[in-house]
């Protein structure tokens, strides 16, 4: 499934939070992103529409299976190509910096080669 980064960068933020806090909101997102609250909300109502989350009466964001699975697909790369530059001897900061533009970019095959190599040695 192909969806744009900014999706991907919301729907990670979203499984971030849910993780750390138990509970997600849009101002949680707003603030974990950077972003206006009147933005998080468009782009909440349109990812509602599209299936990825479900939002209760009381604000509470839950992403569906359809969004887990692309927010856990996008953490897993962001943590493991973090983890590879950090080996490499890249700062944490950086690693995790860095990380964030190249999940985007690489392509499915090279992630797997890359994991399969980390696991390796």
């Known amino acids: 499934m192909i969806i744009k980064e900014s999706a ?6 979203i499984l971030v939070i849910k993780n750390n806090k138990g509970a997600v909101r849009s101002i949680d997102v707003a603030n974990e992103l950077g972003f206006t609250k009147p933005s998080v ?3 909440m109502k349109n990812f509602r529409e599209a ?5 209760e009466k009381d604000g509470t964001i839950s992403l569906t299976e359809k969004g887990l699975e692309i927010a856990r697909g996008v953490l897993d ?4 190509i ?3 530059l950090m080996r490499l001897g890249v700062d944490e900061k950086t690693a995790y910096e860095d990380s964030c533009k190249i999940e985007h970019s690489l392509s499915e095959q090279s992630f797997a080669k890359i994991k399969e190599y980390f696991e390796k040695h």
């Open 41 to 43: 909300s468009v782009a």
């Open 8 to 13: 991907e960068n919301y729907l990670e933020a």
């Open 77 to 80: 790369r962001h943590q493991l």
């Open 51 to 55: 299936g990825y989350i479900t939002v």
């Open 82 to 84: 973090a983890k590879v």
